[in-house]
């Protein structure tokens, strides 16, 4: 009973990334067609990367179930779907938000190379991955998030997109805290963590 719980569960997590994925991509696939604006396909490019590697991914080792993480998941997953394009005029020229964009979509790329097959939504342990942008911050894909979620909201200033951000993001960064509490009991992670103690950003946080 309990094996099938979880296949449901993980099957119904594989649709919902997909259907989140076609409403994100049809409202800013719409945008460049009206406006020729590049942030948001730069934005789809990182979601298409969730929707590829969550199917792909392999088994967990140890998952967190708690209600509280899953909670979490689901509020930092359903945020960049939620953001729409905004037919007003960003704060900064389209090529300035484009260009923090890729960078932050290049961040997320290099992380999910070196992760490959270990990514996952909820928290769970899929093996310590060491190498790459690892050795700098503890997750760098979330990183390119926050990036390119700014960018976003930079070129698309509207009060429903902060407040998206602001609370998707939040829940982005628990994410990651809950990420580390279950990978403590790994003698490799341990060990990792003395030699990387930045979560996102170096010298920050």
């Known amino acids: 009973m309990a094996l099938d719980r979880d296949r449901v569960s993980d099957l119904l997590a594989r649709a919902v990334v997909g259907v989140l994925f076609v409403l994100l991509s049809i409202n800013l696939l719409g945008d460049f067609i009206r406006t020729g604006r590049i942030t948001g396909l730069l934005l789809l490019v990182s979601e298409a990367l969730v929707v590829v590697l969550t199917i792909v991914r392999r088994p967990t080792r140890l998952v967190d179930r708690s209600m509280a993480a899953g909670v979490t998941t689901m509020i930092s997953l359903t ?95 628990i994410r990651a805290l809950y990420e580390e509490r279950i990978l403590t009991d790994d003698v490799t992670y341990r060990a990792y963590c003395e030699r990387v103690s930045w979560h996102l950003v170096p010298g920050v946080f």
């Open 79 to 173: 945020g960049s779907p939620l953001l729409r394009a905004a037919e007003i005029k960003g704060w900064v020229p389209d090529g300035v938000t484009a260009v923090a964009s890729a960078l932050g979509l290049v961040l997320v790329i290099l992380g999910k190379l070196a992760l490959g097959r270990s990514f996952g939504l909820v928290p769970a342990n899929r093996g310590v991955v060491v190498a790459g942008p690892y050795a700098v911050v503890r997750h760098p894909i979330y990183t390119g998030y926050l990036i390119t979620h700014l960018a976003f909201f930079v070129a698309h200033p509207t009060w429903w997109n902060v407040a998206v951000i602001a609370v998707a993001d939040t829940a982005l960064v």
